[in-house]
């Protein structure tokens, strides 16, 4: 759904927050869908740093092509150096890529498409916190599940997706172990007892 798509999306511009607040920054340069892994428990995580690259003050354009066919920026080709707003680019790619199939699609997500694709970096959003702050005035009620997510990753393997049938078996397990240390009896080799 719209929302399920804006709430990875969400949690992809925390990832890409830290790796461009590295020093040097880290461009990933290939965001798109099939980078983009969502866990059972709903963690996300990005994937494949082939084409990455440490954002260099002293280049005014990238030296080689790295990225994918329609989800690379215009810059990556060799028009200008490769920034923050570059995995920006991608990811509206990315949006628009996971809602083409939609009847409808709200029309603060296009806009927010067409702001991420700019072909001019400098209208594109300064940032992924910029870009987060808007995904988020989309859907502004996705903050309790935020939360909720924030906190399954407290719990114990198995609990974790909050899935009732995984949280039976990880249940049984932990009582089976709990049972099998209680029962083990200790043999002193010295005495041979």
Same mark, same amino acid.
């Given at each position: 759904?719209?929302?399920?798509?804006?709430?990875?999306? #969400?949690?992809?511009?925390? #990832?890409?927050?830290? +790796?461009?607040?590295?020093?040097?920054p880290i461009i990933?340069? =290939?965001?798109?869908?099939?980078?983009?892994?969502?866990?059972?428990d709903n963690v996300?995580?990005?994937?494949?740093?082939?084409?990455?690259?440490?954002?260099?003050?002293?280049?005014?354009?990238?030296?080689?092509?790295?990225?994918?066919?329609?989800?690379?920026?215009?810059?990556? $080709?060799?028009?200008?150096?490769? =920034?923050?707003?570059? =995995?920006? $680019?991608?990811?509206?790619?990315?949006?628009? $890529? +996971?809602?083409?199939e939609m009847k409808?699609?709200?029309?603060?997500?296009?806009?927010?498409?067409?702001?991420?694709?700019?072909?001019?970096?400098?209208?594109? $959003?300064?940032?992924?916190?910029?870009?987060?702050?808007? +995904?988020?005035?989309?859907?502004?009620?996705?903050?309790?599940?935020?939360?909720?997510?924030?906190?399954?990753?407290?719990?114990?393997?198995?609990?974790?997706?909050?899935?009732?049938?995984?949280?039976?078996?990880?249940?049984?397990?932990?009582?089976?172990?709990?049972? +099998?240390?209680?029962?083990?009896?200790?043999?002193?080799?010295?005495?041979?007892?």
């Open positions: 759904t719209e929302k399920d798509i804006v709430s990875i999306i #969400i949690k992809l511009c925390d #990832i890409l927050w830290q +790796l461009h607040h590295c020093s040097p990933h340069r =290939d965001i798109k869908p099939s980078n983009i892994i969502v866990s059972a996300i995580k990005l994937i494949d740093f082939n084409a990455a690259k440490e954002f260099d003050t002293n280049k005014s354009e990238d030296t080689i092509f790295m990225g994918t066919r329609h989800f690379a920026a215009p810059e990556q $080709y060799g028009f200008n150096q490769s =920034d923050a707003r570059t =995995d920006i $680019y991608a990811i509206g790619c990315t949006i628009k $890529y +996971l809602t083409e409808h699609v709200h029309q603060e997500l296009k806009n927010v498409i067409d702001k991420c694709m700019q072909i001019d970096a400098g209208n594109r $959003y300064s940032d992924v916190m910029e870009l987060q702050s808007a +995904l988020k005035c989309i859907f502004p009620t996705e903050q309790p599940t935020e939360h909720k997510a924030s906190f399954c990753k407290y719990l114990p393997v198995g609990f974790r997706s909050l899935n009732p049938p995984k949280m039976i078996l990880a249940s049984l397990y932990y009582v089976f172990v709990f049972w +099998l240390s209680l029962s083990l009896t200790m043999i002193n080799s010295n005495t041979g007892q």
